[in-house]
């Protein structure tokens, strides 16, 4: 599974905003905002870089996992690995 981490900037803590996400099998990404406890699952087509995966937060383009066949107990699995990347 192929992760990215990143700040944006963002002043919500005093660490910023630290953003975790995993690129999928199928081209989804799952988000997790440290700082903001926020997670979320992004569309397939959302390209795998910061400014795409901000972009696509900001704009709340979420899919939900039983759209994709994920369990919700195989999202948050997914979640407790990012925390803890």
Same mark, same amino acid.
């Given at each position: 599974?192929?992760?990215?981490?990143f700040n944006?900037?963002?002043?919500?803590? !005093?660490?910023?905003?630290?953003?975790?996400?995993?690129?999928?099998?199928?081209?989804? %990404?799952?988000?997790?905002? %440290?700082?903001?406890?926020?997670?979320?699952m992004l569309?397939?087509?959302? @390209?795998? $870089?910061?400014?795409? %995966?901000?972009?696509?937060? @900001?704009?709340?383009?979420? %899919?939900?996992? !039983?759209?994709? $066949?994920?369990?919700?107990? !195989?999202?948050?699995?997914?979640?407790?690995?990012?925390?803890?990347?």
């Open positions: 599974m192929q992760t990215i981490k944006t900037g963002r002043e919500y803590t !005093e660490h910023g905003q630290r953003i975790v996400a995993a690129l999928l099998e199928g081209g989804q %990404i799952v988000l997790l905002d %440290i700082d903001r406890h926020v997670d979320m569309p397939a087509g959302v @390209d795998f $870089n910061q400014a795409d %995966i901000v972009q696509a937060y @900001d704009h709340a383009w979420q %899919i939900f996992p !039983e759209s994709i $066949n994920m369990s919700y107990g !195989e999202y948050y699995a997914l979640l407790d690995a990012l925390r803890a990347a």
